[in-house]
């Protein structure tokens, strides 16, 4: 795959994954031409995202409804386009107050190769019950620092019934201590919420745990595997071989 299809496939997941976790939490969605607008209902900016998809008609009226979709619903937001999509898009948000913040990389691991051993001690457990997902839910608000209700709301048992949609729990000594999780769709594999309690951070456990994604994926029969890297994550990623070839770039109101 050139490294345009691999840019469209993190963009397909990445749009479809997010929109299906707004839509299984009681959030909302707006789809129109060239946009896609997500909103999860809760107050944190980076959980409300717009999409600029392809070269906008009109870029100043294609944002402003997205600006008013969310204004209207009283909750912050971020704007994202892959960098070389749409510079008129680009230009027109910052004309509107929503300046460039960052880029975030959207990266991708093709062909997928075979998974190292896990770190010793760990074992990752598939959630499929409530027990175990009421211990990932706690990993994940503590290892991303969100509070547990968001985290409750986002990751509930509805997403657990998404078709394509699966989550791990990390294990060491009885306890629970990283999660990830996995959404497969069109023979790409999206790596999702990969997070380490801080005591157990610096051991290899988050890399363990996106190569579970990754392997799992290739059982599926996915070809291509990609994720959304933070800062202290993209060296790890790196490390494993997945590459940075769609760089979202990020805007939003200076408040």
């Known amino acids: 795959m050139t490294d345009d299809e691999l840019a469209a ?34 107050p944190v900016a980076m959980l409300n995202i717009g999409f600029v998809k392809k070269p906008l008609a009109n870029p100043h009226s294609s944002l402003r409804e997205m600006v008013e979709f969310y204004d209207s619903a009283g909750l912050p937001f971020v704007l994202r386009v892959r960098e070389g999509v749409d510079r008129d898009a680009e230009e027109a948000m910052e004309a509107m107050g929503l ?15 075979a998974s190292p051993e896990p770190v010793g001690g760990l074992e990752i457990e598939t959630v499929r019950d409530e027990q175990r997902l009421c211990r990932y839910q706690e990993v994940a608000a503590e290892g991303f620092g969100m509070p547990i209700d968001f985290v409750k709301q986002l990751m509930g048992p509805r997403l657990l019934d998404v078709p394509g949609f699966e989550s791990y729990l990390g294990i060491m000594g009885g306890e629970a201590v990283a999660t990830s999780s ?22 290899g456990i988050g890399e363990a745990m996106t190569w579970h994604s990754v392997s799992r994926s290739r059982e599926l029969g996915c070809s291509v595997a990609t994720l959304q890297a933070s800062v202290m994550g993209q060296p790890v990623y790196a490390r494993m071989g997945f590459r940075a070839v769609a760089p979202y770039r990020t805007f939003h109101r200076p408040d």
């Open 99 to 113: 300046p460039y913040g960052d880029t975030v990389p959207g990266m991708t691991l093709h062909p997928l190769p």
């Open 9 to 42: 496939a993190v963009d397909a997941n990445y749009w479809e994954s997010f929109a299906l976790m707004a839509k299984s939490c009681g959030g909302d969605v707006l789809t129109r031409e060239g946009v896609l607008a997500v909103s999860t209902g809760l």
């Open 182 to 203: 996995l959404y497969t769709g069109g023979g790409i594999a999206g790596v999702y919420n990969v997070a380490t309690l801080a005591s157990h951070r610096r051991r």
